[in-house]
């Protein structure tokens, strides 16, 4: 199934996820001519993460910057913030794209994103995450972004 948001410029999504009921504005849309990929998305959330390991500034973006060399993705740079009393937000730049993660420790949570482009598998960073952050489940949500105007 596509979705095709009507902005001056068309993109789509093409998911297994009835994505339509968590971006509004998208209209089913099943031909789209001259369809190039051009990017796939993995955004997920990391739940029972020691909170220890989250709060750890350093810790944040040495994962970050790890699994982007273990997805085969050139890092451009990084830049990160530790909020008081506690939590990080971070973002690795990579000329694919990027990889990003904000936590809350005192409630075991991580949020998450990986975008590429290229060759690198995004949803293969959900595990590295997980084994990281020693987290006790998962929810995610991946897709591969399309357009026509390529």
């Known amino acids: 199934m596509t979705f095709i948001r009507k902005t001056t410029k068309t993109w789509g ?30 955004i997920f959330e990391l739940y029972g993460c020691d909170s220890n390991l989250l709060d750890d500034e350093q810790y944040v973006v040495k994962v970050l910057t790890d699994a982007a060399h273990e997805l085969g993705a050139t890092v451009l740079s ?11 937000t971070s973002i690795v730049l990579l000329s694919e794209s ?8 005192e409630k075991g949570l991580a949020t998450c994103d990986i975008f590429t482009c290229g060759t690198c598998i995004p949803e293969n960073g959900i595990v590295i995450f997980k084994e990281k952050f020693k987290a006790t489940e998962t929810n995610s949500l991946s897709t591969s972004l399309h357009t026509e105007h390529l």
């Not at 999504?13 to 789209?32: A, D, I």
């Not at 990084?78 to 990080?88: A, E, M, N």
């Not at 990027?98 to 420790?105: A, E, G, L």
């Open 13 to 42: 999504l093409r998911t297994p996820f009835l994505m339509s009921k968590y971006f509004n504005g998208y209209e089913e849309n099943h031909e789209m001519k001259n369809d190039v990929k051009v990017g796939r998305h993995a």
């Open 78 to 88: 990084t830049s990160s913030y530790k909020f008081q009393p506690q939590g990080v």
């Open 98 to 105: 990027h990889i990003s993660i904000h936590t809350w420790p």
